[in-house]
């Protein structure tokens, strides 16, 4: 886990070394939405970064 302010932002990045997913054939479940709306209504972004057998990384910025 990364955390830390850069750029007037607050950035993290989260990622783990588990089977992945297929971003394409599966869109982002009600969770991961959940969390890029809610960092959206504030101003800021998600990221998910995923492939089978690579593992996933969940990464965003929240102004501050």
């Known amino acids: ?6 750029n007037g932002a607050l950035r993290f990045s989260i990622s ?13 479940g009600a969770g991961l939405q959940n ?8 101003g ?3 990221t998910i970064t995923a492939a089978p057998g ?3 990384v969940v990464s965003g910025s929240l102004p501050i």
């Open 44 to 46: 800021g972004s998600l």
């Open 1 to 6: 886990m990364n955390l830390g302010g850069e």
């Open 54 to 56: 690579r593992g996933t």
């Open 35 to 42: 969390m890029a709306d809610r960092l959206d209504a504030l």
């Open 16 to 28: 783990d070394d588990g089977a992945g997913f297929d971003l394409k054939a599966h869109p982002l």
